[in-house]
């Protein structure tokens, strides 16, 4: 059985940003409340009976990324992460809801990292997509607009603008040339060199898991294209489709030949029963996907710039697993003008953040790096300038990411665990 802990009402079970991240918790009795950042939307708020929480910062070991505090007087059950996961690998229905919880708070925290532009043509539908082959074929990159348009004609064979995408999708097909032939290997795909697996807002009901090779997983926001993640032998993507009814909300790309093992929908229960160290790989792969997406928005809700530097750079120690109570020397591969483009810093802002970067002792720069002496003291510099920020600036609240309209994450019900089946 597992360790039962209590707590007394206001006390602190764990605090954001705590590295000690090695357990998970289910609510037994009382309440729990989650705590994050000022200006972070928060995806569950209140916990009661059966509730599981912790998961995601112990899947990945990664440090917490909110604080959980007793709201009333509570119990709760206490699982190592390998508990955890044995109890889950045994339980394909929890694990379902587990990773459609994961799926759709990814969703929506990818969605909140860019924004949909006019030269996008919009956020979804048939516009979007024309929007995104537009972008393409002025990047001199046919195949990847044929591939646009071609998602286009499938979804919206009807659509207002369906004629159009016709005839730019001929046009292009023109200049693309033959598309090269679906390789198989067992029962790998084989992807070649910069051939697009899938697109934004094209429907799929498959995840993958990369056998060999790397893949790009991009975001297009005219006039921007954001790297999200490159994945490597092991990672899984495409898993937010497959968890959920709506369409594709990044683009991948190989990048080089990749060999990809694709799962359906309809196989994931099955694989699960057949397979149960998949479900241990697939929930590290998003919580792991999920933190790194949580971090990243993070660094974007304080409304002063340097604090969005000094952040953005204990993000990049965290990144590389550095224990930010160490006091000795790392260097990063980040250039002055890179931590000021990663961080947001306006033009106008430019000169004085990088004066107030250049003066602290705690860091040296040199072309395309930066020495952090002790990233102890630099969090310590985070944390005075992330108070400094919500003290000095209440107008923060209106600058706070809203998170979409709707119902976010899953009803509390789906997550409960009956306290008989606490391992």
Not at 116 to 144: C, I, K, M, N, V
Not at 283 to 306: D, E, G, V
Not at 400 to 409: C, F, T, Y
Request: aromatic letters at 6%; glycine letters at 8%.
């Amino acid at each position: 059985m597992a360790e039962s802990k209590s707590f007394r009402k206001d006390a602190l079970i764990y605090i954001e940003s705590d590295e000690e991240s090695e357990e998970v918790f289910v609510v037994e009795s009382g309440q729990v409340a989650l705590r994050g950042t000022p200006g972070m939307p928060m995806f569950r708020q209140s916990l009661g009976a059966g509730d599981i929480f912790g998961f995601t910062s112990c899947l990945c070991r990664r440090p917490r990324m909110e604080t959980a505090v007793a709201r009333t007087d509570c119990t709760c059950a206490v699982l190592t992460r390998d508990r955890f996961l044995e109890s889950v690998q045994s339980n394909p229905e929890l694990a379902s809801r587990i990773i459609s919880y994961f799926a759709q708070e990814l969703r929506a925290y990818d969605n909140l990292m860019t924004a949909p532009t006019a030269d996008s043509g919009g956020g979804e539908g048939e516009e979007y997509l024309l929007g995104l082959g537009g972008y393409f074929a002025r990047r001199g990159r046919a195949r990847h607009a044929v591939h646009a348009y071609e998602v286009c004609l499938a979804r919206f064979p009807d659509g207002a603008r369906a004629a159009e995408a016709g005839t730019r999708l001929q046009e292009l097909r023109r200049k693309a040339g033959e598309p090269p032939k679906m390789e198989t290997r067992g029962m790998c795909r084989v992807y070649t060199d910069g051939q697009m697996i899938f697109c934004e807002q094209e429907t799929g009901n498959e995840l993958y898991v990369i056998k060999t090779g790397k893949v790009e997983i991009l975001k297009i926001a005219p006039p921007e294209e954001i790297l999200l993640s490159i994945l490597r032998e092991g990672d899984i993507f495409g898993e937010l489709s497959i968890v959920s009814a709506s369409p594709r909300n990044a683009t991948a790309v190989s990048a080089g030949e990749s060999e990809l093992l694709p799962v359906s929908r309809e196989s994931l229960p099955v694989l699960f029963q057949k397979s149960p160290a998949i479900v241990g790989r697939i929930l590290t792969a998003l919580s792991q996907r999920l933190w790194f997406t949580f971090i990243r928005l993070r660094a974007k809700a304080y409304a002063n710039p340097l604090t969005r530097a000094y952040v953005l750079l204990e993000n990049k120690l965290l990144e590389q697993r550095i224990s930010l109570s160490s006091s000795r020397p790392i260097i990063l591969s980040l250039g002055i003008g890179e931590i000021m483009g990663m961080a947001g810093v306006p033009a106008d802002q430019f000169d004085p953040v990088k004066n107030e970067l250049a003066a602290d002792a705690n860091l040296s720069f040199q072309f395309r790096q930066v020495t952090v002496e002790s990233p102890n003291a630099l969090e310590s510099r985070a944390r005075y300038l992330r108070t400094r920020d919500h003290l000095e600036l209440p107008e923060l609240r209106a600058h706070k990411v809203k998170p979409p309209a709707g119902k976010i994450g899953l009803d509390q019900s789906e997550m409960r665990v009956p306290r008989e089946k606490i391992p």
